[in-house]
Nanobody, 124 residues
């Protein structure tokens, strides 16, 4: 499966963005999807994950209550709604697919396919 993240941009603190992860090549419902981010000079960190059906989600503590992950398998797309943006949310956001379709894992080694990221910049 090929993945492509989009929807990033420059936003003021307190604003919102909706990122999309578009899949192609294979049926999206075969995979659980995770979102990760990497800020300049920092290691990649887990943000959120969703299982194949959307019935199970998992979030990093740092984003709980502000980020919402969802999916539309018919549209081959997974979304990440980001509200109440903070300057520390500035990063490249990437999505990844795991063949463990029931899982919602917060570690990058379980993900088999990675897409190119989209840059989110939050100004203070």
């Amino acid at each position: 499966v090929q993945l492509q993240a989009c929807g990033g941009g420059l936003v003021q603190a307190g604003g919102s963005l909706r990122l999309s992860c578009a899949a192609s090549g294979r049926t999206l419902s075969r995979y659980s999807i995770g979102w990760f981010r990497q800020a300049p000079g920092k290691v990649r960190e887990f943000v959120a994950a969703i299982n194949w059906s959307g019935g199970s989600t998992y979030y990093a503590d740092s984003v709980k209550g502000r980020f919402t992950i969802s999916r539309d398998n018919a549209k081959l797309t997974v979304y990440l709604q980001i509200d109440s943006l903070k300057p520390e949310d500035t990063a490249v956001y990437s999505c990844a697919a795991s063949s463990d379709y029931e899982g919602t894992k917060g570690v990058d080694y379980v993900y088999d396919y990675w897409g190119q990221g989209t840059l989110v910049t939050v100004s203070s």
